[in-house]
């Protein structure tokens, strides 16, 4: 007698095995691409196809530890989820990508901030939009004055850093 009932036994989480077969899979098209990458050796012996392959093992290892927390955990208790903080974080990508080059990076990041921080549950765009804002032109001037890489600028940027 082990003592372990079987009517309270837990079945296999189908979404952690499916899931781990996602990731397997673009784990094994990883391996595969970074091996057909002519490999220079460098000066450690590491090569440009060094790194898909190690993506792709720790996506194996991934796959590999979904595969056991479905099959020791199962399927019990899984909260319902609530799609409005998702639906915030796509509106807002969404709104990034449509305004990026008519408003510049700057205000469409902001934007994009501001309803991330929606979806964390801060509504108060008064407060969260010149966040973000402030936090953009700070990335902006870093990319733009520092590294001289061109991000999409709108009217602030030309504004603050000239044009």
């Not at 449509?98 to 902001?110: K, Q, R, Y």
């Not at 991330?116 to 010149?130: D, E, H, M, Q, Y």
Request: glycine residues 14%; hydrophobic residues 55%.
């Amino acid at each position: 007698m082990t003592g372990f009932d079987r009517a309270t036994e837990r079945r296999p989480d189908g979404a952690a095995f499916i899931i781990a077969a996602i990731l397997a899979a673009l784990g094994a098209l990883l391996i595969w691409q970074g091996r057909a990458i002519p490999d220079k050796g460098g000066y450690a012996g590491i090569g440009s196809g060094e790194a898909p392959l190690f993506v792709g093992l720790c996506l194996w290892a991934l796959a590999l530890a979904h595969v056991w927390k479905g099959l020791r955990h199962g399927a019990a208790g899984v909260p319902r989820q609530n799609p409005v903080p998702i639906l915030f974080i796509i509106g807002g990508l969404g709104l990034q990508l449509a305004l990026l080059h008519v408003l510049g990076f700057s205000i469409a990041s902001g934007l994009l901030f501001a309803c991330t921080a929606a979806a964390f549950g801060k509504r108060n765009f008064a407060i969260s939009l010149p966040a973000g804002i402030g936090f953009a032109l700070a990335i902006y001037a870093v990319f733009d004055q520092l590294l001289k890489l061109n991000l999409p600028a709108g009217f602030l940027e030309t504004l603050i850093f000239g044009g």
